[in-house]
């Protein structure tokens, strides 16, 4: 059974940054799309980023430029990089393999 892990959430103050990891339990692990979603108290979830086994990737309009997603195949994880941390990022970010597979959620608060 595929197994998403999270870690790198917590609070962090305006204008911060923080880096979320997700590490996946699947052979092959190249082969697939890996995204971030995120979903915030009262809201639906939302796409954050994406990153295609080509390496292509693609961002929200709401964190495009400050957000950067990558991956490691050889470690199975895939990495979200967050700078110039809003308040209104704050959510629960969840990792994403193939649009199929959920991770347990870590969250981030954006708080002075």
């Known amino acids: 059974q595929v197994q998403l892990v999270e870690s790198g959430g917590g609070l962090v103050q305006p204008g911060g940054s923080l880096r979320l990891s997700c590490a996946a339990s699947?052979?092959?692990?190249?082969?697939?799309?890996m995204g971030w979603y995120r979903q915030a108290p009262g809201k639906e979830r939302e796409l954050v980023a994406r990153?295609?086994?080509?390496?292509?990737?693609a961002y929200g309009d709401s964190v495009k430029g400050r957000f950067t997603i990558s991956r490691d195949n050889a470690k199975k994880t895939v990495y979200l990089q967050m700078n110039s941390l809003k308040p209104e990022d704050t959510a629960v970010y969840y990792c994403?393999?193939?649009?199929?597979?959920w991770g347990q959620g870590t969250q981030v608060t954006v708080s002075s």
């Open positions: 699947i052979t092959f692990f190249s082969m697939y799309t």
């Open positions: 990153i295609r086994s080509s390496g292509n990737t």
């Open positions: 994403n393999l193939a649009g199929a597979t």
